[in-house]
């Protein structure tokens, strides 16, 4: 573990993501936040550990903008910013939610950023990841809302956004623990729905699933990204990347990320940081 590395990438995340956050604003495109937040990691020395995500109210994840897609916040949306900076492969993972113009929905949001801060109470060289689960679903329900059952927060290595280690957000009895040496990123999302999210089409992000033998146009995107996500609109060095694109995910050496959502009536809040486990304990490097 290159613990200097995770920090840094953590420092510049955090920066990117309270960039982001004033960015999002009524009539604001997504693809304008998302390109100007990837910008900033770049400029600040680091490059985007995958595509900015913008999931907006009954959508959880996995969804990036493309260019001249049209969308644009409106008053009323419930954003979650979910965006990682990498160095050298050592990753950062934050996200927050951000209510554009309204506070309707400040209640659900409290809810995922209060049960964050006390899963981050109670980390410990040791803990089981099943405590943590339980300490976020009781503060979520405590407030009135359900968390997402089938999402969870992950393990974090060289190069691999999710590594190993499930951090739910409910006690689901496992018995695996946190120990020193790992790093991780616990991500509690919060719904007034029965917190389960479904796959919907594709969030316009990829990852390659086959590493050997490629030519052309898949050997670059290996050179670029290597085993983490990256967006459709990241591969415009090639004028043909939507049939390439849609083609690797036909021979099955691309994977095409679907949207996760809630059912359409339903709303989801996010708020993730990403820690790095000591011996003497935590460092939580995006905040």
Request: proline content about 4%; charged content about 25%.
């Amino acid at each position: 573990m290159d613990l200097k590395k995770y920090v840094e990438a953590g420092k510049i995340g955090k920066e990117a993501r309270e960039y982001g956050i004033d960015l999002i604003k009524e009539g604001v495109s997504y693809y304008e936040v998302a390109e100007k937040v990837e910008k900033y990691i770049i400029d600040a020395g680091a490059f985007p550990a995958f595509p900015v995500n913008i999931s907006v109210n009954n959508v959880a994840a996995h969804y990036t903008p493309v260019k001249n897609d049209g969308l644009a916040f409106k008053r009323g949306d419930v954003v979650k910013l979910d965006l990682g900076a990498h160095i050298d492969g050592y990753i950062s993972d934050t996200a927050v939610t951000v209510e554009v113009g309204t506070n309707r929905w400040e209640d659900l949001i409290e809810a995922s950023s209060s049960a964050l801060k006390e899963a981050l109470k109670a980390l410990r060289p040791g803990i089981e990841v099943r405590e943590l689960g339980r300490i976020i679903e009781n503060e979520i329900k405590m407030r009135g809302y359900n968390p997402v059952y089938n999402l969870t927060g992950h393990g974090l290595a060289r190069y691999d956004l999710h590594h190993g280690i499930s951090i739910p957000n409910y006690d689901d009895g496992s018995r695996a623990t946190l120990r020193p040496g790992m790093a991780f990123a616990i991500e509690p999302f919060a719904t007034n729905g029965k917190g389960q999210v479904r796959n919907g089409k594709g969030g316009n992000i990829y990852m390659l699933l086959r590493f050997m033998n490629l030519s052309g146009f898949y050997e670059e995107l290996y050179r670029r990204f290597r085993t983490l996500p990256f967006a459709a609109r990241w591969c415009d060095f090639h004028e043909d990347y939507e049939s390439l694109l849609s083609r690797g995910v036909k021979k099955g050496f691309l994977y095409h990320f679907p949207i996760l959502q809630e059912r359409r009536k339903y709303v989801v809040a996010q708020t993730e940081h990403t820690v790095v486990m000591l011996d003497d304990g935590p460092i939580i490097t995006t905040e």
